[in-house]
């Protein structure tokens, strides 16, 4: 069982920054887990933007994120990071955390992301 809890996100202004946070508790690990970020803009599915490595060595992300957006972790806060630059109003939506724990997936609650033109 872990419970993931997002925060960090807020109204922002275009071309601001913001850094959500994506903290774990619960007696589980996330240090030896990928852990993905994805986000939920209304009226439209839920998507993936980025992914890092177990050990933080590898990530991805999707091509509208890529260069403006950086995903890191510290393994020994049991928490993963999204930092946003350079944010534009399509990046409004809320944003999840999620992993996979043996055969579950867990996400967090979500936080609020609005980015105003």
């Known amino acids: 069982q872990v419970q993931l809890v997002e925060s960090g996100g807020g109204l922002v202004q275009a071309g601001g920054s913001l850094r959500l946070s994506c903290a774990a508790s619960?007696?589980?690990?996330?240090?030896?887990?990928?852990v993905g970020w994805f986000r939920q803009a209304p009226g439209k599915e839920r998507v993936l933007i980025a992914t890092?490595?177990?050990?933080?060595?590898?990530?991805y992300y999707v091509d509208s994120v890529k260069g403006r957006f950086a995903i890191s972790r510290d393994n020994a806060k049991n928490t993963v990071y999204l930092q946003m630059n350079s944010l534009k109003p399509e990046d409004t939506a809320v944003y999840y955390c999620?992993?996979?724990?043996?055969?579950?997936?867990?996400w967090g609650q979500g936080t609020q992301v609005t980015v105003s033109s």
């Open positions: 999620s992993v996979d724990l043996g055969s579950r997936r867990y």
């Open positions: 619960g007696g589980r690990t996330l240090s030896t887990s990928p």
């Open positions: 890092i490595s177990w050990n933080g060595a590898s990530a």
